[in-house]
């Protein structure tokens, strides 16, 4: 869920072509919601299920590290930096420096 395979990688994994993995890719994005981080599509289920994580994570912690990201998710630097850095820029997460903080935009239910 996490751990998505890089888009580019699709077609030999599908055996398909490189212009079908680009049709399927554009129509995830923009009918069903899939998220393009980085090389990778997340579905819009798995980035909720990350902001509950990172929810449960600052009930009770002010600051996030990338290795507790890491942790959370069971993913290599790969992965986590991407992630990280599209939640830094939609504002769920604020950057400072090696650390997050809760951002504006991460709702999480009391």
Known sequence: EFRPPEVKELHKILNI??????????????????????????????IERIKGILCSHFSSKKTLSIGEFKNYLSVTRKHVIPILEYLDREGVLVRSKNERTKGEKLSCKS
Not at 20 to 30: E, G, H, P, Q, R
């Open 17 to 46: 072509s490189e212009d079908d993995v680009s049709l399927i890719a554009s129509y995830l994005t923009s009918v069903e919601g899939f998220i393009k981080i980085g090389d990778f599509l997340f579905s819009p289920e798995s």
